[in-house]
Structure formats: structure tokens, C-alpha cells
């Protein structure tokens, strides 16, 4: 049973979290957001992961806490819910179009926390949303879960496609990473024995920060 859940306290966010690797794909999550709701509902329904999230955060700020510490609540329960790793394929990648926007998302469930963004926006905000804090939430996302994310946006124009499109693309790198084969159960993918960083993963991020 590969679920795990995450709760994550401070005083900017309060974030709870439950996921199931080997789910279909339900989601319920509520955070605030509207577009951060619909975001993370494409990552659930594409990567077939059950996410439920609840989130009550310094909104009246501005969205950049609640969007980073869901990338971390979210990145360290399916870090928890990976166990030690054991017999996964490891590696994801996917290429998604969307209407005129193409993007490339490959992702290796390595242990070590890496962010390679590649994607630019035409517009400051999508709605009430500032497009920056897009790569805030994959890097939380990629710090918490313990991999190596790489993001790139090929071509297009629509901003909502170009950002909706990296998190189709994230979803079905990761459905094709947390995947098990057979063929090696029981064994860690490297030739290492040991992935870097496992086992220090699921600690939450820093509370405070400057």
C-alpha cells in the first residue's frame, strides 16, 4: 500500500495531504487557489495518484506561501509514500502538447533534489495568480520529493496552456517513474545500492524563512 500522509504547520500555512501511488486518479483539494486547485487536480487525474489536499494559508498576503508549502506538503507524501524505493522504475519522461504549446518534463526519482526550469511566461499574472510563482511551487515539489525535475517549454503562446501543459508533464513522469517492474523487486534502481538522500527524505521543509 503505497500511501502516505503529510500535515504541515507553520504560521503561514496550514497544509494537510494524503496521497496513493497506485490510485486512479481522485482528487479532492480545496487551497484557496483556484488555478493552484486546478493544477493540482491535473497532476492527480494524469499521474493516476489520489490526492487529497486541504489548505488555509496567508492569502490575504498573497498566494506565494500556500503555493510553495503545497509544493513541498505534496513532494514529501509521495516521497513517503515511495518507501525506500525499492523496484521502481526510477526514470519519467513526457512530451505534452496543448493546443499551440508543447512542453518536455523528465523526472528521475534519484534522492537528490534538483530544479532545471526552462519555461517563460508573456504575462505577470494569470488571473489573480503571479506566473513566477509557477517555478516556487516545482521547486518545493522537487526539494521535497527527492528528484531531479527538468521542465522545459518548447513553444507556445497561451499562457494557461504553457503552465497547464508542465503539470500534465510532470504527471505522467511521474506515473512512469513510481511505477513498479517486476523485475526488480525488492532491489534499489542503482548500481549504488543506495539512492542518494532517501533517507533523509520526508523531513519537512523549514518553517520560518526570510
Known amino acids: 500500500m503505497r500511501q502516505a500522509s503529510v500535515d504541515r504547520n507553520t504560521k503561514e500555512t496550514r497544509i494537510a495531504a494524503s496521497v496513493d501511488l497506485d490510485g486512479t486518479g481522485r482528487y479532492d483539494v480545496a487551497t484557496g487557489i483556484g488555478f493552484l486547485d486546478h493544477m493540482l487536480e491535473q497532476l492527480s487525474r494524469h499521474g493516476l495518484i489520489d490526492l487529497t489536499l486541504r489548505a488555509e494559508g496567508d ?4 498566494f506565494h506561501h500556500t503555493v510553495e508549502d ?6 514529501e507524501a509521495i516521497s513517503k509514500a515511495l518507501g525506500d524505493r525499492k523496484g521502481i522504475e526510477r526514470y519519467g519522461d513526457a512530451l505534452i502538447p496543448m493546443d499551440e504549446t508543447l512542453s ?10 534538483y530544479l532545471v526550469w526552462k519555461v517563460a511566461f508573456t504575462r505577470d499574472k494569470l488571473g489573480d495568480f503571479d506566473t513566477e510563482l509557477f ?10 520529493v527527492g528528484a531531479n525535475v527538468h521542465v ?5 503562446e497561451n499562457n494557461h496552456h504553457i503552465i497547464e501543459s508542465c503539470f500534465k508533464g510532470l504527471a505522467r ?7 513498479i517492474d517486476p523485475r526488480k523487486a525488492g532491489q534499489v534502481p542503482s548500481t549504488k545500492g543506495a539512492l542518494g538522500g532517501v533517507a533523509g527524505m520526508g523531513e519537512a521543509a523549514p518553517a520560518d524563512k526570510s
Not at 70 to 75: C, F, L, P, R
Open 59 to 62: 492569502l490575504h498576503i498573497d
Open 135 to 144: 517555478k516556487e511551487w516545482f521547486q518545493a515539489f522537487a526539494q521535497a
Open 70 to 75: 503545497s509544493g513541498y506538503v505534496v513532494g
Open 104 to 113: 518536455r518534463v523528465a523526472v528521475d526519482l534519484s534522492g537528490r533534489p
Open 173 to 179: 513522469a511521474l506515473k512512469a517513474a513510481v511505477a
Open 152 to 156: 522545459e517549454n518548447l513553444y507556445g
